[in-house]
């Protein structure tokens, strides 16, 4: 999107990582996961999926999703949460990743971090690409039921997972479409190109800044804040807080 | 014998037992769900976010199968999923073309666990408005005769607030209010500039901000600001019948619990003309039995209650219970909901805050106040608030991944404010709970047919809720990034109310002045289906101050022998 804040981006995440330009697990240590507890995926999956959630959320100066055991989690979240009908949708946007290195070329899981990176965001932009064209068309795509949130005075700034927030999603007809593709992604929700992917890569991000490791190590979390603060100064070491809900 | 009986506890009957109770009744609680304790196995507070079953998200097969109507509700997630109904189990049924979504939990203690614990008082104004314009039954009281009944539950349950000395929205008596942040207070100040008339408020929610002495007695202490108050709240920091009301019942030796106690039916004396009894049927035997007592409390819940007082239909009462007035089930209200207009706020304070307040802003109405409705009577609030956009829409907001998506989630979002509208919907007495002719839950009690729909007026607030909302983020600085211009389906507020309404005229009301059914004297009905009509604030503060009001005179009427 921006080369030129990729670019410093990947220089800090040099300095701070230390080892490669792109940050990311060899093959052996994401082999390695596959290894032991029984899972949904077969092995050759698993290590697809390690990779991708790798390739999401890197180490850089702080543990990545594969630190934080997200493939495993995603795995969990297969086998215990998703409807069969999900389950065969995540799995075949997984499958789409394995060949994303085109015909002939290795497996994803088998590709240089780098390489990994470069191929994934290509997919990941195409993927997520917006759909306009569906917008009038709204009420017959795939949506969740309403959600509610009677909202009791407080903003759901952050929609729950696997649920459209209903209140905040643009209108076909509305002002909403009017509009060019907006910065959250509540305005996009399923109307992605590929919206399965979409799914996939969330269960993955929000599995990883709900982690123990992204909740000490990336974000700031307090489970008992103990009070209300209504204003505090923001300095250069000030981040977003971290957490399920209302944040 | 029991003194009275209480069918129900949730925010009702808890606050109609304690006040039994404490007036020396011995009194009996049923309550159809199971035992739960406060800060028992049932609350999940103590979880981390990387402890949330499922990430938080219930399985969706069981979701389709067990929580099809529950699991619209934003509350009903993984960590929560033990305080609402399965659909699957307790059926009710709609006309196919007007959906209503009757959002429940059956456990001691009812929705006052995962209530949202805003508290407003209706008005002099609200009092007045049935007699004003015309719809529904006249309150046979007006704001002066609960007043003092409001002060009562506010002192008790603890309702954080500020002072404003609006007509429209009474004062109260509050611990202090949880501040605006500095965004909700630049909108605000935006708002009150450019819209005189209009206040932004924060939100009155019944969460000690600063517990005092008689909240500590009970085991409450101060909110933590953990925002996982739907959760159960093993601090006691909001108000719920666990924490608080039973609580205090239970303190005066007087209270007994029953509790998988599904109630069939209320038994009237045709010779007295009183009730005398209660019928139930233990939800796990199916075992039938009957519980005596001079007086009767119906706090079962608006549809609930109506369910019951119908199914209590006899020789002597054939339209059901203290229904002379065929006015049980009728006046089925909610609030008109989720329309809601949001925005980003580009010119924010550079600042932050630190908590997660369990509570947002407030505008109270205005409409039909101060300013005109346009082609609408009545009117509405919002509940919102201007919060930074979370980590969540930074990192997926937008295509990306690897470091840069850590690097961009690492950043403060922009702020995003938000106002979703609250309208007051008329009594309409074709808005109606009534018995199935033919099916029966597995405990062999006729479900509830409910046919309900919003109305003309409502309607014609639509527009004006939304555009109003543009207007006030747009006069702001803010851009309107989104809107919900679609009604919810009714039931979504979770504000049921007004079918056995209160009034003057027996003929045309089920309850008089003291919540007694004018055609049963020993009964009472102190839940939302005693609202004649709905205002447009969160009504459960009335629903306590009623029941408060309610146990006093029926103890006061006990002791000189009225009823």
Known sequence: ?247 | MFDAIVIGSGMSGGIAAKELCERGLKTLVLERGRMLEHGGESYTDWMQPWELPNGGMIPEEELARDYPIQGQCYACTSATKQYWVKDSEHPYTTPEDKPFSWIRGYHLGGRSIMWGRQSYRLSEMDFAANATDGHGSDWPIRYADIAPWYDHIEKFIGVAGSKEGLPQLPDGEFLPAFGLNDAELMFKAAVEKNFPGRKVISGRVANLSQAQPHHEELGRTTCQVRSLCERGCSYGAYHSSLSSSLPAAERTGNLTIVTDAIVHSIIHDPRTGKVTGVRVIDANTKEGRTYEGKVIFGCASAIATAQILLNSKSEAQPNGLANSSDMVGRNLMDHVYALSVAGLMPNGPNTYYRGRRPTGLYIPRYRNVTEPGDGFIRGYGYQGGVSRMGWRNAALGRPGVGAELKERTRKLGPWFAYVGGFGEMLPNPNNRVTLHPSRTDKWGVPIVHIDCAIGENEHNMVGQIIADGKAMIEAAGGQVISTGSTPGTPGLGIHEMGTACMGKDPRKSVLNAYNQAHDVPNLFVTDGSAMASSGCQNPSLTYMALSARAAHHAAEFLKAGKV
């Open chain 1, 1 to 247: 999107m921006m080369p030129i804040d990729r670019r410093g981006l990947l220089q800090r995440a040099f300095v701070l990582a230390g080892a490669t330009v792109t940050p990311g697990f060899s093959i052996d240590v994401l082999a390695a996961e596959v290894a032991g507890a029984s899972r949904q995926l077969d092995a050759r999956r698993f290590a697809l999926l390690s990779a991708l959630a790798d390739t999401i959320v890197p180490r850089t100066d702080s543990p990545g999703a594969v630190d934080a055991g997200v493939p495993a989690l995603v795995d969990g979240l297969l086998r215990n949460w998703a409807s069969p009908s999900r389950r065969a949708e995540l799995i075949a946007a997984l499958d789409r990743i394995e060949g994303l290195a085109g015909p002939g070329g290795a497996s994803f899981a088998r590709l240089a971090p780098q390489v990994r990176h470069d191929l994934l965001t290509t997919h990941d932009a195409a993927a997520l690409t917006p759909r306009p064209t569906e917008m009038p068309a709204a009420a017959s795509l795939k949506r969740a039921p309403t959600v509610v949130d009677p909202n009791y005075g407080r903003p759901k700034q952050d929609p729950a997972e696997g649920k459209a927030p209903a209140s905040l999603v643009g209108e076909a007809g509305g002002t909403a479409r009017s509009k060019p593709p907006a910065v959250p992604s509540f305005m996009r929700g399923p109307v992605v190109a590929d919206a399965d992917y979409a799914k996939l890569k969330e269960l993955i991000v929000v599995l990883y800044y709900y982690s123990e490791p992204a909740l000490t190590k990336e974000l700031p979390y307090e489970h008992v804040p103990g009070a209300w603060q209504p204003s505090i100064p923001i300095t250069a070491e000030t981040r977003p807080w971290g957490g399920a809900g209302n944040v």
